[in-house]
């Protein structure tokens, strides 16, 4: 029995043995796959893409002169953790006179050489208002620095584009644009540039985000978490391919520095625009000539749409879509053929179409769809032209009918003088808000005039009731309410249900 059970023993510790040998066999091809993995992640070194690309990329210096300024202008914002670094670099361009009288200021930024024949695209803030601009080329090859001076051959502020032209001896290395609008959220990018005034230098990351609005209604910003720093602005963001998909133009950060959030205008935007100022030296773009607005759950259903979505226009002043026939309450759900997702998109679109087009926009009107041809006029001469309204003052409080949280009275003569209104101008005015109404949270104050409800004219408190009444029997939750305020429409759903 003994002998019997040493025979199990011994027949037992072979099998831990074996057990432990497959786990380390295990673990080595753990080892060796995790290392492939990582060797794949790490990729090939950027090194020969960046010599291939960086005698494109530009170092751009601007001097401008100012009226007693003094401390670092135009480099970094007051207060910033570099503002001491870079007062050394100004304080070079200072003879330590007299700091009340006009003295120099330079800034720094970036560029890219995009043709042979010395065009040079850069951000309009890096130049506005330089009276010298010099372009200082990356040299390579051991090459001494190269300076020429640029002259502007347009910009453009809505995206924040300018483009700038050199006299070179002989063709320029160049660098080529790709498409924006195939890069994805995780694709490898490089930015080059000159940050913080230290010279060319390259950083890599990943595109963050796609499609990024700032503030601007032609935005269309790829985020990346590549480093940018103040002097990068106007330099390119690049794909794998050495093509240009972006203009780095902004970073968030608290403290002026990089934390991985930073904006490239999409190239998609920015070759539009270098076209234009290239050919014309100027930008030109399509005006439809509406006012719109983003179209609610709660509107779509007081409209009886299936879906939000679309451009609700408020007002049509004179221009292009009043002569067309478009009209104030039609919701733009198509714009040349493409469907119109919101009102961002519908000012894009009418911006990159051709001055001058007809196109075909589709509207829900009464319940159903239209079709309207509108030939396009030019935003840039609707701008020149158009003129800015005051904002009104807010009207005395005049005892009336509560309506939907709102304290409403009929427009009368005195009210249209105090308000600033032409003497044929109607509608309810609003006299006082209950602040714990829907009507308050969804901005009506007083001083606002309701001009149209249901998509139907009021001019008097009978004829408001009756558009809730006729909303109701429709089986509508909402009334859509046309308000103006200093001149300015829009369309604001109220619920009815009490």
Known sequence: MQAKARSVSVRRDDVGVMMRLMWLSF????????????????????????????????????????????????IVPEGSPFEDFFREFQDRNDDGGDESRPRRSNALGSGFVISEDGYIVTNNHVIAEADEILVEFFPG????????????????????????????????????????????????????????????????????????????????????????????????LFNMNGEVIGVNTAILSPTGGSIGIGFSMASNVVTKVVDQLREFGETRRGWLGVRIQDVTEDMAEAMGLDKPGGALISDVPDGPAKDAGLLAGDVILS????????????????????????????????????????????????????????????????ENKDILGLTIAPLSDTQREELGLDADAEGLLVTNVDEASEAFEKGLRAG??????????VTSISDLEARMEEAREAGRKSLLLLVRRGGEPRFVALSLEE
Do not use: C
């Open 27 to 74: 673990v080595g091809v753990l080892l060796v796959v995790a290392q492939s993995v990582s060797a794949q992640a790490r990729g090939e070194s950027l090194a020969p893409l960046a010599e291939q690309i960086s005698p494109a990329v530009v170092n751009i210096t601007t001097s401008t002169l100012i009226e007693g300024q003094t401390g670092p202008q135009g």
């Open 141 to 236: 090859d051991g090459q001494p620095v190269k300076e020429l001076p640029a002259k502007v051959i347009g910009t453009d502020e809505k995206t924040d584009i300018a483009l700038l032209k050199v006299e070179a001896e002989g063709p320029l290395k160049y660098v080529k644009f790709g498409n924006s609008d195939v890069a994805r959220v995780g694709d490898w990018v490089i930015a080059m540039g000159n940050p913080l005034g230290q010279g060319f230098s390259v950083s890599a990351g990943i595109i963050s985000a796609r499609n990024r609005a700032l503030s601007g209604s032609y935005d269309d910003y790829i985020q990346t978490d590549a480093a940018i720093n103040r002097g990068n602005s106007g330099g390119p």
């Open 335 to 398: 714009f040349d053929g493409v469907e119109v997702e919101d009102t961002r998109a519908l000012v894009r679109q009418v911006g990159e179409t051709t001055v001058g087009k007809s196109v075909r926009v589709v509207v829900h009107r009464d319940g159903g769809t239209q079709t309207v041809l509108v030939t396009l006029g030019r935003r840039e001469d609707a701008e020149r032209a158009e003129n800015g309204e005051e904002e009104a003052p807010e009207a005395q409080d005049e």
């Open 448 to 457: 606002d005039l309701i001009t149209e409800a249901g998509q139907q004219k």
